[in-house]
Every structure is written in C-alpha cells, then in structure tokens.
C-alpha cells in the first residue's frame, strides 16, 4: 500500500504510516474518534479531560476488554516508554473506566487495564514499551458501558510533540471571475497539514463565508470564492497544524468582471413555519435577505425575501367551571393543564397561543342522617361538608333562610344548599336537596279493662298498637305502675296507659276501668 504519510521526530527517525491516512489533530490532544481508524495525530494528550458517552462500539475484543463505548487517539511515541492514567469522575453507573494501548487498529492490546465492577472514580492506569517514531493507538471505555467525565494524565515525552508542517506552494486558479458567480482557487496539498487558513477582505466569501475561514484537513486546499461587493480582492491562504504553525502565507490577487443588468423579482413573504424556503433557481434560505443568482457575467436575478416571524402569545389562566370549556382557536379545551396552541394569523402564518386551564369545580353536599322532625326532635340541625365558596340555605319558596355551614329548621319541606365559588370571570355553583318530614303522628291504640270475679280475681290489662316500635307504660290504684303490654292486676280502679313510638317520641294514651263484680 501506499505511504500516505512521513514525519520526522527529533531523533531522526523516519515514520511510515501505511495502514490508514493520518493526520495531525485540529486541537493539540485529540479529540477523540469514535471509530479507531478515524483518530487524528495528538502532540499532547497529557491533562486530556473528555467524558465516555455519545460515542458507540463497533466490535467485540476477547482479549481483555469489550467495546461498549470506547473512543481512540492516535499518537506517534517520542520515548521508550510511556505511562497512561484515565481518572474517571462523574460516573453514571458507578463502575468506572477501561484503558488499552495498541499498535494496530482494534488489534490485541499491548498493554490493557480492563477496570471492574464498583471502581466508580479509581484511576486505570497502563504502562507499555514503546518504540520512538511508531504510531499507537490509546483506547479509552467506559466499563461495561459507563458514561464518566475523565482526565487523562501521560508520563513526559511519551507522546511526541513535533510534526513539522510544509511551507504553502503557491495559489492557482481563475483570476477573473463574474459578479455573484463563485470559482474555484487552490494550493497543493501541503504535507502534515492538519487545517488551511484562507483570509479574504470584506465583499468576498470563501466557501459562503466572509472574511478568515479555517478549514480542517485533509482536503479544503481547494476553495470556492465569490467576489460580492468590491472589484478586486487579494485572498491568502496558510497552513498549519495543531502542534506546528504555518510556515508562510501565499496570496492571489482575483478581479471581478463590472456588474451586469439585475432582473429584480418581486418581493416575498415567507412564514417561519414554511422555512427553508426555495429559492426561484434552486437552494434553499431560511433568512431575510437579499438574494441575488448570476447566470451570465452580464446577468443578475435578485430575489428579495422577508421572514415573517411567529406570533406567540400567552394568555392569562383561563378559568372554567367543571363541564365548561374555553375554545382557543375553534378547538375546545375541558380538562386543566398548559397547552399550546397552533392558529393561523391574519398573514397567514402560524401563531402559538400559549395559556393554561384551571377547572373550578363546586362542591354542594348536605350530609345530615336525620330525614325529619319527631316529637322528640322538633328542630333539625342541616349539616354541609367542606367546599370551597360561599353557602346559602333556601326552602320551597327559594326563600334564603340562611348562610353558612349549618342550617337549624323546625318546618317540614324541602330545603336547598346552593355553593357559589368563584375565580376571576368564572362563577360556578352547585346545589343539594333534602326533603324533611313531618314524623309527629301518635301512635294509634286500643285498649281494654275487665271485671273482677270470685272465680276470677284477676284481670289482664289490652293494649294494641298499629306500630310495633313501641314502649307501654301502665299507671294504676294504689300506686300501680308496669311496663308490660297487657299486665295482670287485681284491684279494681282505672288504668291507664301511655304508649311511645320510640322512632318520634310521640306518645299516646287511654284509660281503661277494672271493676268488682
């Protein structure tokens, strides 16, 4: 294969890269590349700091250390021997780092620390023999997987610092070129550059941008320039590389041919939504500006577009009643939370309405367990649970006949609970009912004495009720008193009884005769 690459170290050695193309890092120490055939030439890895994650692994390794997520920097050895410490922090699993060191990409490590479960933020540390003026290729992996911050510290001189870049040959190309029309500029490639330096004046882009534009190796030795608003322009370019600095600078003086006819198209207006928008020649913008195409050196098309930005707004909370909704934009929103909301302006572009909803629910609950007056209870207690908002009791004519959480009534009838709560334009309410009896009935009695006999000395006392929740209380002669239904008595006299629903307390009574006959 090819050398693609020599570079002398200080000692004097000669150094053939034949595996892959190297090149000197854009940076000093790396960065570090996802896949080993694609790592840079560092001239300092030592106070590396780097982290583990974003980066994937291409194959397994059986010899000591699987790839997970390791990343790779290249290196030329300046010394004999060299020592490499990874010191993890940070670590998201807590299992820490692995380190290897090869001479060949993805080969068998020649020096290999693998780590270990729960070594969090211990230090793994290699030390090989190395031969001066040899590529390496340093690996560094979170283990099994682990995502760590790391700083990388390497013993002195083991990494070499010296790749000396070429001096620039000179800059070829068109000299000419028309207005608004790119062209091409270029130098040989320079050995061992790792990025170009291409300087221009004001009114000329390189590769689109104006002014000094650095471009990372290899290739952008060749460019695209446009002279925009000046005639001539002098356009240098260097090269150089992380460890060396240019050695000279080439310039080329270009012209640009006199402005031709401009065919101007009418304005548009292009909403932030529809971006990139297409211009009339092909390519795409997503600015205002102005735009112009040459097709000849004496024919200019200018487009003029203007971005309309998006309208956002933010409401204030939008309060509703439970059941309610606010419509934003013909769409209708029940449930609480923040949303955004696309509309279509009067431009017809997007505009975002952003506002949050606050569902007011009231609450009305009348939690008495009685269900009526009693002779007893001739008034009642109307008890409310907790709610939020103000209460008013009312009865059958709508009639307010109180506020609060209690209500005490001594009417039958139905009776109202009507809770208003209210937060900025909403007013919600709620309502509860409860019925409240009359329960006052006595309870209806029969009742019957008798007749006192030689043969029969003694008589038994009748009552009968038409409810069986009841209690009976008997009063008589000579201080007689039972609490039977139907007590024996042997005195004559008049007996009476009281009979008590015990549901009401509502009581009534009749008297009986007992005689001697």
Known sequence: MKILLTLSIAIGLSVSLSAQTLYPCPIPNGPGADHCQFACLACNLDGLTGNTSNFTGVQAQPYCVSYENDQWFAFIAGATSGTFTATPSNCTLGNGLQIALTSICYGVPIACNPGAYNYGDIPVSITASLTPGQVYYLMIDGFVGDHCDFVLSVSPGAVSSTYPVDPVGPVSGQDTFCFGLPGTISVDPVNNAGFYIWT??????????????????????????????????????????????????????????????????????????????????????????????????????????????????????????????????????????????????????????????????????????????????????????????????????????????????????????????????????????????????????????????????????????????????????????????????????MYTVTVTDLETGCTSSATVDVIQG
Not at 412 to 423: D, E, K, S, T
């Open 200 to 493: 221009a004046p004001p009114g000329v882009l390189i590769n689109g941008y104006p002014g000094t534009v650095k471009l990372p190796a290899p290739g952008n030795n060749a460019v695209e320039i446009q002279l925009t608003t000046v005639d001539s322009a002098q356009v240098c370019v260097e090269a150089g590389n992380s460890c060396s600095l240019p050695l000279n600078s080439q310039c080329k003086t270009v012209y640009r041919e006199p402005l031709g006819t401009i065919y101007t198209l009418p304005d548009v207006f292009v909403c932030s939504n529809d971006l990139p928008y297409e211009l009339p020649w092909g390519g795409s913008v997503s600015a205002s500006g102005i735009y112009d195409k040459a097709f000849t050196c004496d024919s200019i098309v200018r487009q003029k577009v203007i971005v309309r930005a998006p309208i956002i707004r933010f409401l204030p909370p939008q309060t509703i009643c439970a059941g309610d909704s606010v419509v934003v934009c013909g769409q209708a929103y029940k449930e609480g939370g923040s949303y955004t909301h696309t509309c279509t302006s009067y431009l017809g572009c997007d505009s975002l309405i952003n506002f949050s909803v606050l569902v007011l629910e009231a609450q009305a609950k009348i939690v008495t367990a009685a269900q009526g007056l009693t002779c007893a209870e001739p008034e009642l207690i109307l008890t409310s649970a907790p709610a939020i908002g103000t209460k008013r009791w009312l009865n059958m004519q709508g009639e307010i006949v109180g506020t609060g959480d209690n209500l005490t009534v001594s009417t039958p009838g139905f009776y109202f609970l009507q809770v208003n709560a209210m937060v900025g334009p909403a007013n919600c309410s709620a309502t509860d009912t409860i019925l409240i009896k009359q329960l006052t009935e006595p309870p209806p009695i029969s009742a019957a004495g008798g007749t006192l006999t030689p043969q029969s000395p003694w008589v038994i006392l009748q009552v009968h009720s038409l409810f069986s929740n009841v209690s009976y209380a008997w009063t008589g002669p000579a201080g007689f008193t039972s609490g039977q239904q139907n007590p024996a008595v042997s005195v004559p006299g």
